[in-house]
């Protein structure tokens, strides 16, 4: 090949030089317009090179770091005031380890103040591999640190207040999986950490209800809308209580769906307690009902069978009284079980002056259309005590005296009689009034058993027989169709 001349040689020259000054200015630009710190350090350790946002990181100019160390110019003092050794300088040991160094340190600012920065230094090789220097790039993230420090502690006053909330509380992220569950999860599943995160949380739910409560928060997720579902959770104790699970999606600054915060409520008193308020208003109605048949039928039956005005005034009356002191009765009671003791006392307690009444019996608990019929009965045998026989006479006595018994299959039998002395003498009855039909239709029907009633001289006596457990067969509706008849 022929040889250049001198002057070709020195044109060539001059355009390479053209060309690398152009290179110059170009990454020259592109550094001084970087956001990130750059530094070049030479094989002395010594800064070579450092674009403006290092100056501006730094608070020192190039002229004022150029062949001193980086490290004893921005480096050099712990934050507690301890001396920081060229040596242990993660940043420094690229260049002898020929390796790239990452990581986060503190670095001294030129007014004396420190600042949290993230730094990346890599060797800077010759064409033969060897390192002949280093650039480092730096970032402040000062802000960055403030903002990961306000959301921890935003987070740790999160988790403290949901730890020491009175509900069970759960976050999730936007794929549905649960990532925070508080303390009072745990409490009351039982369930530990690592069990709920996820969609462990499902486990906790009543079989016949996980697919419901599964199906419902996987719709909501997909549609990022509220939500609120109710269904049985597992206790600790391994039994089994409602609860309501309502939640509202997350969104951040920009709109980007973050997933859930939700709420879990055990409700299981409540509902208890609207159930029990729903058999209430059942057994309101079906009080009402009875009652209304009972009052129509007295009514007719009383004026049908009395011979005056006064009569049908003084008998409507009466027995309307007792049929309100009964209902009274069972109203306190209500869902619970009324004491026969209790409803005798109730229609006697104007006659018993503790000498002329004796009740004799074991304590029996009755049902409450066995305790209306029953009550009827007591109050119309009472007041045919009172204005015929032995309640009548000063010196006449009443006694009533019940038993118990129960058949191989649980259900009891009771036997009442009723026995009167003292009073006037006793004759047979000409017809049969309120007292006989409703002692023969409505107690024989509702208690399933019999009525005999007997007239010795010296005072009336009554015996009654049925089951206490006789079962709504015979309504009050059909026993004031009866006692229409």
């Not at 009351?188 to 690592?194: L, Y």
């Not at 009383?302 to 009964?326: E, K, P, Q, V, Y």
């Not at 066995?370 to 006694?399: D, R």
């Amino acid at each position: 090949m022929k040889p250049l001349d001198p002057a070709q040689s020195e044109k060539i020259s001059v355009s390479r030089r053209s060309v690398e000054a152009d290179l110059r200015r170009q990454l020259n630009a592109v550094l001084d317009n970087a956001t990130v710190a750059v530094f070049v350090m030479n094989e002395h350790q010594q800064c070579t090179y450092m674009n403006a946002a290092a100056e501006r990181l730094t608070g020192y100019s190039l002229k004022e770091t150029q062949g001193r160390p980086l490290h004893d110019v921005v480096h050099h003092t712990h934050p507690d005031g301890r001396h920081y050794p060229l040596e242990d300088c993660p940043i420094d040991r690229a260049f002898p380890e020929r390796n790239r160094m990452q990581g986060e340190e503190t670095f001294v600012h030129k007014d004396g103040s420190f600042y949290p920065v993230a730094f990346t230094a890599s060797p800077i090789r010759d064409d033969g591999g060897n390192p002949i220097g280093t650039i480092i790039e730096v970032r402040g993230i000062a802000e960055e640190k403030a903002r990961d420090t306000a959301l921890r502690e935003s987070e740790a006053r999160f988790r403290n207040m949901a730890d020491h909330a009175p509900v069970m509380m759960w976050v999730t992220e936007p794929d549905g999986a649960c990532t925070y569950i508080n303390r009072a999860w745990y409490e009351f599943t039982g369930q530990s950490v690592d069990e709920a995160k996820g969609f462990g949380w499902l486990t906790a739910t009543h079989p016949d209800d996980m697919k419901a409560a599964e199906d419902v928060f996987t719709a909501a997720n997909k549609g990022q809308k509220s939500f609120r579902v109710e269904y049985r959770l597992r206790r600790a104790d391994g039994t089994y209580r409602w609860a309501i699970d309502a939640a509202a999606p997350r969104f951040g600054p920009n709109g980007e769906f973050l997933g859930y915060i939700g709420s879990v409520i055990d409700i299981d008193d409540r509902k208890e307690a609207e159930e029990r308020q729903k058999l209430l208003v059942q057994e309101l109605h079906h009080r009402v009902k009875n009652n209304l048949a009972t009052v129509q039928s007295i009514v007719n039956f009383t004026l049908r069978t009395s011979d005056t005005m006064d009569a049908f005034n003084t008998g409507i009356t009466h027995r309307i009284g007792a049929l309100a002191r009964c209902h009274s009765l069972l109203t306190n009671n209500v869902g619970q079980l009324s004491a026969l003791h209790a409803i005798i006392l109730n229609e006697l307690a104007p006659y018993d002056d503790g000498r002329r009444v004796e009740l004799v019996g074991p304590e029996t608990a009755v049902s409450d259309d066995v305790a209306m019929a029953l009550a009827m009965a007591i109050h119309e045998l009472t007041t045919n005590a009172a204005k015929y026989g032995s309640l009548s006479a000063v010196n006449g006595s009443l006694q009533i005296t019940w038993n118990v018994t129960k058949d191989e299959d649980g259900s009891r039998h009771l036997t009442l009689r009723w026995r009167e002395r003292g009073g006037p003498p006793v004759r047979q009855p000409t017809r049969r009034g309120f007292g006989s039909i409703l002692l023969g239709r409505m107690l024989g029907h509702q208690l399933k058993g019999s009525v005999q009633i007997d007239y010795p001289i010296d005072g009336v006596e009554v015996e009654i027989r049925g089951r206490l457990e006789a079962p709504a067969t015979y309504p009050y509706a059909n026993f004031a169709k009866d006692l229409c008849k």
